[in-house]
Structures are given as structure tokens and as C-alpha cells.
RNA sequence: GGCGGCGUAGCUCAGUUGGUUAGAGCAGCGGAAUCAUAAUCCGCGUGUCCGGGGUUCGAGUCCCUGCGCCGCUACCA
């Protein structure tokens, strides 16, 4: 029998927010592969969903006044034809909210249950009595248990590493209302994951199921102590599957969302006709995940923890990469380099990105960073210049005779760039695009010089010299063609083009070990245009938005940040200019609003809680240790002064702010902080992050005065 | 400050288990050619492989340490 046929995945993406330049990294990088894999003759598919469940998706929902379904289907679309946009070529692009996935769970959750692996717990959680639901992991924060770092999300700590449960945090507060949750005592489902240490130990750290750097953070981080145990239930209100043998708690997000991996597998199934077992139970099957490295917890340890007790396959590999820079730094909102896949096809042609990722992806996990200038000058010079030029150069001599019937001496060339394809796919192969691309590169530039050794632009000016016109026209295009093969994983439409222009179409790799010969040839028309540098910057124009950088991570980001994802984003894609033109005098959009949503009612009484008064700002001095700080001192009038750390440092400069008015928020407990004690707050508007914007009174309003 | 990553030619980077005079592309300089989307071809690279120790017969490659940069995080009461 042949190789076993292979399963790939990509990340499921969180279908709270739109796929952007960051996710691409990981769905070109599997994209690349899997078609190299079908080039091959392999039997492959390619499978992803969008990952739907949460309260993320709940609170959202609710805040837009719209069904959760209602907003997965918006979010499927989107997302969909962003996919298709830059060629990412699933054989399925499923859901996990849907009833196949439903089962799975169930089925699954009762081979934990068989294996002794689930328990319950009374645990006390917190829950926000304003908001009305219970805190997931990420809206609550507190002090982490284990170093005692202030300001942690509630499942771990980002400072020591350290994995909890959000009822350990010390000090927690809810993301939502800003309220201190109160404890209630609700039961909870655990997955007692030590159970599979032993397996763990030996599946992470053999048989090249990991990159060798994460096995060893692996075994250095967790492997070498106990196996927490892993809350994985929710109690209602939750955006989920109900525990069928729990009535009232819910799946958490993260139990469900690698099973959707089966699910969407299990839809492509029945659209096709085909066994699911066959793809997930068999060990003709090997299945490939390639994630980001941000969610290499879950898929190394928990999902091949729950696999192995089910009745289905483990993966043969977790394949997983860094993030995504632009320029160095991280993408940013404010400098236009959190740009979305639907900006980027405005603008630009998806090739360029295509090569461009490729020809930086290595295996390693390292990071990957997006630089414009230079995305063009590869573009323009390596695919324009080398490789389409050898067509460009010389389809038109042959246009009225086609290609040679029979093969002319070329010097060995086209044996070379054929015995390189061996070399070529082990790159592909070992996810060293980088080096793929380096060795596809030299065969244009071999192929080049061959063109510039032979003249043809000569030959075809001496009409005693038309055989060899061919010949020489034969071997360049034959060289192109083997180029075209070779990077047919990487740009698709180049493969289709060149099989347009020598009337054969390119679907395998093997082509490119014989020559085409006696084939007509069409009038070349241009593949790929150069790079138009002016859209570069109308691009990153468009996506220059006031808001605080984003995570930019290659792969989804279930957990969600604290605050809610921006929706504008949505706007921004299908409607942006509608509001835009109806309100001339001002184009104040709703980003702001969105961005943060207006807390829950308060009473009047609750309002005057609060004691604002106007100050002036006395003193102001750089706190040299502190990234955002200033310290300012504050007067209040006489001899009233307020001793105020704020967070302006890099927007205001100290100089400036001396004698300046402002509101501070003037009864608020005094806060040790790490420079000294902060003795009230001054109030600003703005997302933070470069842009802050502090409050004024109007002229003639005195310090000590209080705000009504 | 904590955790993680990185530091190789002007720029972007290869150099995966330590082994001959450390490589490529781009940019630059000089030349050729004019078929091609001003694309192509030829020629030109002694870089303290961030610094300092160490292991080794031998280190860009391993260990320690210092410095610098990036990310997350903490200081935004």
C-alpha cells in the first residue's frame, strides 16, 4: 500500500474578530504545505473551522443585541471569503457550534468519564452580579497565587508561567464591570490530566510528534511536576454545549474547540461520501496541526491527553511557529500595521505575501517579521524580474512554431533543476520553505544566464537561425516550466498561467522531471504585476486607526483580551463609507464606543461616591525605571498637594504638564505602587498606548474646586 | 523588575546534531546586453559571527556572564 493519507489543520480562528496579516502566517504556512502534499499525488485534506464558543462570544453577542448564531454566521462569512482571498484552499471550513461537534464532545467526555479521568468539584467561583454571569478565565484578574504578580488573567500567570485556577487568584476583579465578583459556590467538571503524565512524558519527547524546542519547554515547564487538573466545565450563562450528564454547566471553549478539528472533518465527510473512521480512527491516517506558539499548552498536553483515552488517532505531528512582527515591533493599530486580509486585498496582489512568508518560514518556532519595503523588492525582484521574465523573455519567439518535438542539448540544465527537486521537497517537506525558495531561486538564475549565453533576441533576427531560435526558446521555457512546478505550492495562479501559455495544465510535481516538448505556445500575457509601492502606503493608511496595538499573534486567540474586541473592524470591511458621507461635518465614528461599552447603570448616589476636583500640576518629574510614569504633584489650593503617578509618560512631557489644570479623582484610597504611593487619579480619555488625552476645565475654574 | 526570544556584511537573513579559507539575496560601485513588466548577465565582500570568560584537538554553533534590542507583563490608582 502507498503513504498513509494525511489530515492537516490549521488553528481554528475565534470567530470574535477578523483574520488578519498575523493568522496568515499560519494558514499560507499549512496552505503551502497541504498543496505540496496534493502536488505530490498524496491523498490530503485540509481541514479548519471557526472556533465559536465562550463568553467572549456571548458577551459580544449580547452587546450588539444579536443572536450569538446570528454573529457566527457574519464572522463564518467573513472570514470564508478572506480565506479565499489569499488562495487558503480548505477541503472543508466548518463550525463549532454544530451538532456533529456536539456528539464528538459527548462521545469523548464519556471515554474520560470511562477512564476514570473526570471529577467533580464544588468549587467556589466568582461571579459578577452586575454583569450576571459567572467570570470566565479572562475577565478576572487578580494577584497570581504562585509569584504574587498583581494583575493576572484567571486561568495564568504571564510573569512566573504558572498555570490556576481563577478561584486561587488573590484579589480578583472583574474585567466586566470593574465590580469585585462575588464567591458563589457552583460544581465543576475537572479532566484529572496527571493521569496521563506517564504517556505525556514519553508522546512530547519522542518520535518527532514536536519541534525539539518544544519538548523542551515541555518538559521544563510542566512535565517535571504534577499535571494540574483541568477545570473544563462552565455553569450557565455560557455560549456552548450543555454537559448532557451535567445539566446546567457548559464546556469550557477550549474543550471543545480541537474537537472541532473531528468535527469539521466529520461534515467533509458526509459532503463527500466518505468514512470518518477512516480518517480519524485509522493509523492509515497521520493527522498534521500546525498552531502558533501561543497555544502550544493545549494542543501538546490536553488534546493528545484526551485523545489517547478516546478511540481516535493521536496527531504524528504538532507543527507550530512564532508571531508575526511588522517593521521589528509588534502590529500596531496606531502605525498602521494591524492590517486585516481584507485591507491587504484591496491593495495588493496575495502573491506577494504568499512568497514573502514563504521564503521566511523556516521549522523553528522563531518569530517572523513582515517587512513592507522588503516584501517588495523580493517580490519584484525574485518573481517578476527572475522568474516571470524567463516566459516574458521568450514565449514570443516560439508563439508561432511551439516548443521543439524533441530535446536539444542544454548543457544539462534542465537534468540539474530536475535532480534538485528532491532536495527541493524535502525543504517543503520539513516546513523549510526558506529553503525551498533559495534553491528554486538559483534554478531562475541559472535559467537566466542560459538565456543570456544564447541570444535568442539574436537568433531571431537571422531567419537562417529559427530551429535554434526554438531549441533555446524550448529549453528556457522548459526551465520556467520546472520553476513554475516547483513553486506551484507557494503561487497557485502562477502554475495555472504557465500551463495556460504551453497548453498543459501543471498537477504534479513530477512534471517538472521531463520536458515538454512539441507544445504550442500562447501569447504571453503578464502573470504578476509589480509592486505598487503607492498601495503599500494606501494600505497601511487605511488601517491607521487611534487604538491600542493588538496581539500579534499567527494564530487564533481564544482567550480573548479583557476588554472587547473592537467591532468596527466589521464596519470597516463592508460598510465604511456609508456613515462616512451622510454626516459631512463631523465623521465621528462609533470605534470608541465600541472598543469600550458603556458600563452598567449606576445610581446618582453611586456617582457622588466619587470626589473630582480640579488641580493644577505643581511639579512633574520623569520616573526613569518607568515605562508609562510620570510622577506629578498636585495642588488643590494653599498648601494641598497630591502626590500622582499617571500613566502619560511618552504622550506628555514633564515640562508641559507644570501648571496645567486637571481633573483628579481626588478620594480614592491611596496605592503603593512600585515607585511610591499614588495619591488619586487624574482623569484622561483615549485607549492608552501613545494616545491619552487628558481633561481640562475651561479657564477660570480654580483648583479645589469639585466637580458636579 | 519578572518571564520569553533575539543579537552573523549597509539592509533582510542562511549557516539544524561543534570540524576545512563564514555564505546568499537586496542595496552600492564598475562593465555588458537591449529579448523582457527599466527586467537580465559579468566583475567587486578580510565582516571583532554583540563583549568577556569557559568546555574542546577544534565554537558563529555548547556552558557561564555582561551589554543591547524585541515581545509579554508589571507598574496606566
Known amino acids: ?322 508571531f508575526l512582527t511588522v517593521n521589528g515591533e509588534k502590529m500596531s493599530k496606531s502605525k498602521g500595521t494591524f492590517i486585516l486580509a481584507s485591507t491587504y486585498l484591496k491593495y495588493l496582489d496575495p502573491a506577494y505575501l504568499r512568497y514573502y512568508y514563504a521564503s521566511k518560514l523556516t521549522p523553528r518556532v522563531d518569530d517572523l517579521d513582515l517587512n513592507f519595503e522588503d516584501m517588495a523588492e523580493k517580490a519584484d525582484a525574485d518573481l517578476v524580474g527572475k522568474v516571470v521574465n524567463l516566459a516574458s523573455r521568450t514565449a514570443r519567439f516560439v508563439v508561432s512554431t511551439g516548443l521543439a518535438s524533441s530535446w536539444p542539448d542544454d548543457g544539462g540544465l534542465f537534468a540539474q533543476t530536475a535532480a534538485d527537486g528532491i532536495e527541493i521537497a524535502e525543504a517543503y517537506e520539513a516546513c523549510d520553505f526558506n529553503r525551498a525558495m533559495r534553491l528554486i531561486l538559483a534554478a531562475a538564475d541559472r535559467a537566466n544566464q542560459y538565456v543570456e549565453r544564447q541570444e535568442p533576441w539574436k537568433l531571431a533576427k537571422d531567419p537562417g537561425q529559427t530551429e535554434q531560435l526554438q531549441k533555446v526558446c524550448t529549453v528556457a521555457l522548459n526551465l520556467f516550466r520546472q520553476i513554475a512546478v516547483y513553486l506551484a505550492p507557494v503561487l497557485p495562479r502562477l502554475a495555472e498561467q504557465t500551463g495556460r501559455l504551453l497548453h498543459r495544465p501543471i498537477q504534479h510535481w513530477d512534471e517538472a522531471q521531463k520536458p515538454l516538448l512539441g507544445s504550442p505556445v500562447r501569447p504571453f500575457e503578464h502573470m504578476l504585476k509589480r509592486v505598487d509601492r503607492q498601495a503599500i502606503s494606501a494600505m497601511i493608511d487605511e488601517s491607521r486607526q487611534p487604538e491600542e496595538a493588538v496581539q500579534a499573534s499567527g494564530s487564533r486567540t481564544t482567550v480573548p483580551s479583557a476588554k472587547p474586541v473592537p467591532a468596527e473592524t466589521a464596519g470597516a470591511v463592508t460598510e465604511s463609507g456609508a456613515s462616512v458621507s451622510s454626516s459631512p461635518r463631523w465623521d465621528d465614528d462609533e470605534a470608541a464606543l465600541r472598543a469600550e461599552p458603556i458600563a452598567p447603570q449606576c445610581t446618582m448616589e453611586d456617582f457622588q461616591k466619587v470626589d473630582l476636583r480640579v488641580a493644577r500640576i505643581v511639579a512633574a518629574e520623569d520616573v526613569p525605571k518607568a515605562k508609562k510614569l510620570l510622577k506629578l504633584t498636585l495642588s488643590l489650593g494653599g498648601e494641598h498637594r497630591r502626590n500622582v503617578f499617571a500613566g502619560v509618560k511618552g504622550v506628555y512631557k514633564p515640562e508641559e504638564l507644570v501648571g496645567r489644570l486637571v481633573i483628579l479623582a481626588a478620594n480614592l484610597a491611596p496605592r503603593k505602587m512600585a515607585f511610591g504611593t499614588s495619591e488619586g487619579m487624574i482623569l484622561a480619555a483615549g485607549p492608552g498606548d501613545g494616545e491619552i488625552y487628558l481633561l481640562s476645565p475651561d479657564p477660570g475654574a480654580k483648583p479645589g474646586q469639585r466637580i458636579h
Open 1 to 322: 500500500m502507498s503513504k498513509p493519507q494525511l489530515l492537516v489543520t490549521s488553528a481554528l480562528p475565534y470567530a470574535n474578530g477578523h483574520i488578519h496579516l498575523g493568522h496568515l502566517v499560519e494558514y499560507i504556512q499549512t496552505d503551502i504545505w497541504v498543496r505540496f502534499q496534493k502536488l505530490r499525488g498524496r491523498r490530503c485534506i485540509y481541514i479548519c473551522a471557526d472556533d465559536t464558543h465562550g463568553t467572549a462570544i456571548m458577551i459580544r453577542a449580547r452587546q450588539e443585541g444579536v443572536r450569538e448564531e446570528d454573529l457566527l454566521a457574519r464572522m463564518h462569512e467573513a472570514h470564508t471569503r478572506d480565506f479565499a482571498g489569499f488562495q487558503i484552499a480548505f477541503d472543508h471550513y466548518g463550525s463549532t457550534h454544530c451538532e456533529e461537534n456536539r456528539q464528538l464532545c459527548w462521545e469523548i467526555w464519556q471515554s474520560l468519564r470511562k477512564a476514570g479521568m473526570i471529577y467533580e468539584e464544588e468549587v467556589r467561583q466568582l461571579y459578577d452580579a452586575q454583569a450576571g454571569t459567572f467570570l470566565a478565565d479572562r475577565f478576572v484578574k487578580g494577584v497570581c497565587p504562585n509569584c504574587r504578580a498583581p494583575n493576572q488573567y484567571g486561568d495564568s500567570c504571564d510573569r512566573c508561567g504558572h498555570h490556576y485556577d481563577p478561584i486561587d487568584l488573590i484579589d480578583p476583579v472583574s474585567t466586566l464591570s470593574g465590580a469585585r465578583p462575588e464567591v458563589r459556590t457552583a460544581l465543576h467538571l475537572f479532566v484529572d490530566i496527571e493521569k496521563q503524565h506517564a504517556f505525556l512524558d514519553q508522546w512530547t519527547q519522542n518520535a518527532d510528534h514536536l519541534q525539539p524546542e518544544i519538548a523542551n519547554y515541555l518538559r521544563g515547564h510542566f512535565l517535571g511536576q504534577p499535571l494540574r487538573p483541568w477545570d473544563v466545565s462552565r455553569p450557565a450563562p455560557y455560549f456552548g454545549f450543555e454537559i448532557p450528564d451535567s445539566p446546567g454547566n457548559y464546556w469550557y471553549v477550549w474543550f471543545d474547540a480541537p474537537i472541532g478539528y473531528m468535527a469539521s472533518t466529520w461534515q467533509w465527510c458526509k459532503k463527500e461520501g466518505e468514512d470518518f473512521d477512516a480518517w480519524w480512527a485509522s493509523p492509515d491516517t497521520h493527522i498534521y496541526h500546525f498552531i502558533g506558539k501561543d497555544i502550544t499548552y493545549f494542543h501538546t498536553l490536553f488534546w493528545p491527553a484526551m485523545l489517547r483515552v478516546s478511540r481516535y488517532q493521536l496527531p504524528r505531528r504538532i507543527q507550530i511557529h512564532g
